[in-house]
């Protein structure tokens, strides 16, 4: 007979690895499936120094911690799955994998998380990893004494700029908008460094080279005017989307296809629950991300005692 | 000395590369660091480990001196992120990628180079 697990979770990021640690130490059978690599957006983050608690910590050993505390207590993650279909009708739930496995659970919280946004411009996928990055702190030293393009204006557009002016002998920030949505530290960090240049309202278009990047356009969004501009490298760091897609018409999403939740983390479906970057919210941080997962953890708990 | 804290095999020397590629007919080594790029191969290697048994899988410290002839290998020439992931048959190399990739980039090269 099939085992039905407790808790099934969907994605292993913050929220994910936080409801495993709690539903599995509550003694409900937990069982995390997984798509990408465990930690999710934890391990994109070089350094935390705002986790209360811990002075500073590489995110990918914060990430292995949390997988270490879950899988102790009793949960397991299966990585690197791809699910092929939800079925969220009825007491017991059941997801189905494209290599044909399928788990069954009375409950099930959705931590899928989010993901970089890429750009999908011509030449994107052929000059990763030959130009185009969207590490600064892996791929930084490739750059060394090299000009590159920085794309984005929030945060973490602007701090990775900052970053990549160790290695790099000039930045060029290229960002839609004529201001940046990044904190005002971040802001200031990048305009008073000589290294960086800024070209504003401005969008790329394409990348170009021959085997490697070499160049780039740029279209002024005002006038619609497109230049060129030779590049060593292209670091893209437009935000992140939620991991939504195979939920759509399953359980309800606002227009940005993140999923609604209340106070309590239940979707509309009885027995759902959700967390994380995946969810309507406004503030994406780890130490939110674990709070909700907390949260949903015990609302699924008490789902299943009642 | 250690250079990564990974579930594979880390291959620390030239000369142990050497003989962990003369000693296996279809080796994969991903040489990387402990990132955001380099952590969902591992994951990826990890968990083919268990399926694929006509294939050894290892890593290698990209930092580790040892692993020159990786950084230095014609395949890898204009290569500009990590992880420098290695297919070897008989010793040979067969492909190279720079930069994350997918669980569907690695089984596709593993079907192709190695068969299924």
């Known amino acids: 007979m099939d085992e039905v697990f407790d808790v099934i979770i969907i994605g292993a990021g913050a929220a994910g690895l936080t409801a495993g640690i709690y539903s599995s130490r509550a003694k409900l059978s937990t069982l995390i499936l997984n798509e990408g690599a465990v930690g999710g957006q934890m391990v994109l983050t070089e350094e935390i120094a705002n986790y209360p608690g811990v002075e500073s910590v590489k995110g990918y050993e914060l990430a292995n911690t949390m997988k270490m505390q879950a899988k102790n207590f009793g949960c397991k993650i299966k990585s690197n799955i791809k699910v092929s279909k939800y079925n969220f009708a009825g007491d017991v739930k059941e997801i189905e994998l494209t290599d044909g496995r399928s788990f069954k659970g009375k409950s099930i919280i959705l931590t899928p998380g989010g993901r970089p946004r890429s750009l ?109 501009l030779k590049t060593d490298g292209t670091f893209i760091f437009v935000g992140y989307q939620p991991n939504t897609e195979s939920l759509e018409n399953l359980v309800q999403m606002n227009e940005r296809k993140e999923i609604i939740v209340d106070a309590a983390m239940k979707t509309n479906l009885a027995g759902i629950f959700a967390a994380g970057d995946c969810i309507n919210k406004r503030y994406r941080q780890v130490t939110t991300a674990v709070a909700e997962g907390t949260i949903a953890a015990l609302s699924a708990a008490e789902y299943l005692r009642n | 000395m250690n250079y990564l804290r990974t579930a594979l095999k880390e291959i620390e020397t030239a000369k142990e590369l050497e003989k962990y590629l003369s000693e296996n007919e279809n080796v994969m080594v991903c040489c990387g660091r402990m990132g955001p790029m380099c952590l969902p191969v591992y994951d990826v290697m990890e968990e083919l480990e268990e399926q694929r048994t006509n294939v050894k899988f290892a890593v290698m410290g990209f930092d580790n001196p040892e692993a020159a002839s990786i950084r230095n290998a014609p395949e890898c020439r204009g290569f500009m992120g990590i992880p420098f992931t290695m297919y070897y048959k008989n010793g040979k190399i067969v492909q190279a990628t720079s930069s994350i990739q997918s669980m569907q980039q690695v089984t596709s090269i593993l079907d192709s180079k190695f068969g299924k």
């Open chain 1, 120 to 228: 999908n411009l011509e030449g994107e996928g052929v000059f990763k990893g030959k130009g185009i990055s969207y590490c600064a702190t892996c791929d930084g030293d490739f750059f060394t004494g090299k000009e590159v393009v920085v794309v984005g204006g929030g945060n973490s557009a602007l701090e990775e700029a900052v970053a990549l002016t160790k290695y790099a002998t000039k930045v060029t920030i290229v960002h839609q908008f004529d201001h940046f949505q990044a904190f005002e530290h971040a802001i200031q960090e990048a305009t008073k460094n000589p290294k960086i240049e800024f070209v504003m309202e401005s969008e790329l278009r394409g990348f170009y080279g021959n085997g490697q990047l070499q160049k780039v356009t740029i279209e002024h969004l005002p006038t619609g005017k497109i230049s060129e």
